[in-house]
């Protein structure tokens, strides 16, 4: 058998071999938790009244994620979990001012003064994408 004949029939060999290897499973990298910005909650919103000092709505929603300035009067609260690389959660508030007093509330969770005048079902709007929770319908104290 010539050297050329015995190469052809070596890796005849090895690709009739290659055919029954078990395939490996795809293997991902991990992918962290990620949570990122101010978690504004329904309870947090319903103590917010217009009229309410910048100091207060500061201790009761936290310092604002976005503080533009180019808008003085408006802050931004955004809030985005990611479990796994995939989006869960993502939330956006609003807070907007005339001078030093609160105006009103923009954004994804209910403000107290507009939930207190609809029932409590219909007070949680429905949400755009799967991505957005729908707020948590407001307890009347």
Not at 17 to 31: E, K
Request: charged content about 20%; proline content about 9%.
């Amino acid at each position: 058998m010539s050297p050329r004949q015995l190469a052809i029939a070596v890796s005849a060999l090895l690709v009739a071999a290659c055919q029954g290897m078990p395939t490996l499973p795809s293997i991902a990298p991990y992918r962290i938790d990620i949570q990122q910005g101010n978690l504004v909650t329904q309870d947090m919103v319903a103590r917010l009244q217009t009229g309410m000092t910048r100091a207060q709505v500061r201790y009761v929603l936290g310092t604002p994620l976005v503080s533009d300035v180019f808008h003085p009067d408006r802050w931004d609260y955004v809030y985005r979990y990611e479990k796994g690389g995939k989006l869960i959660e993502h939330r956006r508030i609003v807070a907007v001012f005339g001078g030093d007093k609160l105006l009103r509330i923009e954004g994804d969770v209910v403000p107290a003064t507009a939930a207190a005048a609809k029932p409590a079902a219909a007070a949680a709007p429905a949400p755009a994408k799967e991505t957005k929770p729908a707020a948590a319908p407001v307890e009347k104290k």
